[in-house]
């Protein structure tokens, strides 16, 4: 067994230098350690290789998710990256198998230091300590990171306090910039800072952001745990300012403006008229007419044609889509291009006769970006979705299914108001506003754009889906 000892400063530098002389060495994993700083000496350990000074080749990616997966407190993350390092000689491609066990643990471990880094540029509060007649400006801080950041995090200080000299003071490291130059050093206690005028800053700006109609304690201390509430100044406003949010809230509703802006008319006015139901559906033929004469968002300006739906009339389900895509766009007809393709494979298999269902998308018109020849899909955003939902509406008016299957995101916004947890809801009924029973499941270009390894599994669950469609209207 050798032992590797790193320093506590430049750690990510010497994991990297000592990993290719290992790897350049053919050491296997197990039969390294790896310590971060002075530790027990093994009295059976072997010294570290030595350097070949070869150069390793490695994905483009690894090295961004090690230098984060080194600042994690897991004892083992110097192992767990070499691991990987080690089985990257032989499967180049195993970064992109997030199903593999190594993969996901050390994504996981990288997003945990990210959002520890991210909590450390939010919470750092500066107090000044420098003689007021300084040339430059000092000022100190303490920070209690989760993970061992402080290195990684410091070049962000640098970039907005630029102008002054300062010490972030942690645990295990300390980070000082003085004169324009920045250095690290051990880790120390808290210090005894003294306050300053920023600190009443602070509780000023808290308190004039806080909207107490808007409070959510759980959220809150999600994004602001209370292990640093000590550290924040602002932080000592927080018990009162939740034990008086409901009066607050209360007297804020009484002393709003009874009358709305006369500008508040018009948008009320263009409001209801989008929301509002829809004329009797009439024939086929009169929807057709009126669909292409469709103005209601920009996006018929760019397509060819709208795409209504298609089946019979008295269908008893109706099947959502999202939007059309290039093929539905040049012949008129929703789902006759690649996902159309794969729905109709896995239908068959179900069941579903695509003849005895009325197939439609959420959206009529195909939204694009034109690249050289090619017309690239653009997902619809709010002010298309809503538009056209008076059209599916219609379309629901005229069909009237026994049940509606809803496929993909932008199908689950048109008919609910919500695409959030598409893949959590999937395969769950939602009861509509009229009574109508929605089955949710995934669009059938998601499936398309799966990795070869996670698609067999999805496939079953799209078909069981439909399945489930096909017995809710039996």
């Given at each position: ?109 990288a997003k945990e230091v990210s959002r520890d880094r991210h909590k450390m540029t939010a919470f750092v509060r500066f107090r000044e300590i420098g003689a007021p007649d300084a040339p430059r400006r000092r000022f100190a801080a ?333």
């Amino acid at each position: 067994m050798r032992t590797i000892t790193l320093p506590e400063i430049g750690t990510f530098e010497a994991w990297r230098d000592e990993a290719r002389a290992a790897l350049g060495a053919g050491i296997p994993p197990e039969e390294l350690l790896w310590h971060r700083g002075a530790g027990e000496a093994d009295l059976f350990a072997q010294g570290a290789p030595a350097s070949t000074g070869g150069t390793v080749s490695v994905p483009k990616g690894f090295v961004d998710l090690a230098r984060l997966v080194v600042c994690h407190r897991d004892p083992e993350r110097f192992a767990r990256a070499y691991a990987v390092l080690w089985a990257l000689r032989s499967d180049k491609r195993l970064l992109e198998d997030r199903a593999d066990p190594r993969i996901d643990r050390l994504n996981r471990m990288a997003k945990e230091v990210s959002r520890d880094r991210h909590k450390m540029t939010a919470f750092v509060r500066f107090r000044e300590i420098g003689a007021p007649d300084a040339p430059r400006r000092r000022f100190a801080a303490w920070f209690e990171p989760t993970h061992y950041i402080c290195e990684l995090t410091a070049p962000f200080f640098v970039r907005r306090f630029g102008d002054m000299d300062w010490s972030i003071f942690t645990p295990d490291l300390t980070a000082h910039f003085e004169a324009g130059k920045l250095r690290f050093s051990e880790g120390q206690p808290r210090p005894d800072l003294p306050e300053d005028a920023a600190e009443d800053l602070w509780r000023t700006y808290f308190r004039n952001i806080f909207n107490p109609a808007r409070l959510k304690v759980d959220a809150m201390q999600s994004e602001m745990p209370r292990k640093y509430w000590h550290n924040l100044p602002e932080a000592s406003l927080i018990p009162e300012m939740i034990a008086t949010a409901q009066a607050r809230a209360e007297e804020m509703a009484l002393s709003a403006p009874t009358l709305a802006p006369a500008r508040a008319g018009k948008i009320t006015e263009r409001l209801a008229n989008d929301r509002a139901t829809p004329q009797p559906a009439g024939d086929r033929a009169e929807l057709l007419a009126a669909l292409n004469a469709c103005r209601r968002c920009p996006l018929w300006e760019n397509a060819t044609q709208p795409v209504p739906g298609e089946g019979p009339l008295d269908a008893p389900l109706m099947i959502v889509g999202e939007q059309p895509g290039d093929f539905e766009d040049l012949e008129g007809r929703p789902f006759v291009g690649p996902a159309g393709q794969l729905f109709d494979e896995v239908a068959a298999r179900a069941g579903l006769c695509r003849d005895r269902a009325f197939i439609t998308n959420a959206v009529k018109h195909f939204k694009f970006t034109p690249r050289g020849k090619r017309r690239i899909h653009q997902s619809p955003d709010r002010q298309e979705i809503h538009p056209c939902r008076w059209w599916l509406d219609r379309e629901r008016a005229l069909v009237k299914p026994k049940a509606i299957l809803a496929m993909g995101a932008t199908a689950l916004e048109s008919l609910t108001g919500d695409r959030r947890g598409l893949l959590k809801r999937r395969g769950t009924v939602e009861v509509l506003d009229d009574g109508t029973p929605m089955l949710i499941t995934v669009h059938p270009s998601y499936l398309l754009r799966l990795p070869d390894m996670e698609k067999p599994a999805m496939l079953r669950a799209f078909e069981a889906d439909l399945v489930r469609a096909v017995q809710m209207v039996a």
